[in-house]
């Protein structure tokens, strides 16, 4: 019954921006922790950034500087703003969230579809 759809994705240059958003829907009594996960060819799926419901952050320090991660919870709904993009930033962007549905006591983690990102040089 839970829910994330991201948007956003797509392919841009070495250099330039893009900007993810995430909105989780469905039988969601709360939620908590939001993030953003990546997954290259070949490589594990590896933490971006994650951001707490007061909006305390983490990021990964390959994205460190570059990235920002920001929230609505009022929208349920998570951003990822990505700057001065490189070509190894290039994979599959994964939107997560911790979050408790309705009918449970304790927090579960959720994750969207994924969506690509490209970025040439």
């Known amino acids: 019954q839970v829910q994330l759809v991201e948007s956003g994705g797509g392919l841009v240059q070495a250099g330039g921006s893009l900007s993810l958003s995430c909105a989780a829907s469905g039988s969601i009594f709360r939620t908590n922790t939001m993030g953003w996960y990546r997954q290259a060819p070949g490589k594990q799926r590896e933490l971006v950034a994650t951001?707490?419901?007061?909006?305390?952050?983490n990021y990964a320090d390959s994205v460190k500087g570059r990235f920002t991660i920001s929230r609505d919870n009022a929208k349920n709904t998570v951003y990822l703003q990505m700057n001065s993009l490189k070509p190894e930033d290039t994979g599959v962007y994964f939107c997560?969230?911790?979050?408790?549905?309705?009918?449970?006591?304790?927090?579960?983690?959720?994750w969207g579809q994924g969506t690509q990102v490209t970025v040439s040089s």
């Open positions: 951001i707490t419901t007061v909006g305390g952050t």
């Open positions: 997560n969230s911790w979050a408790v549905p309705y009918g449970s006591d304790y927090l579960r983690q959720y």
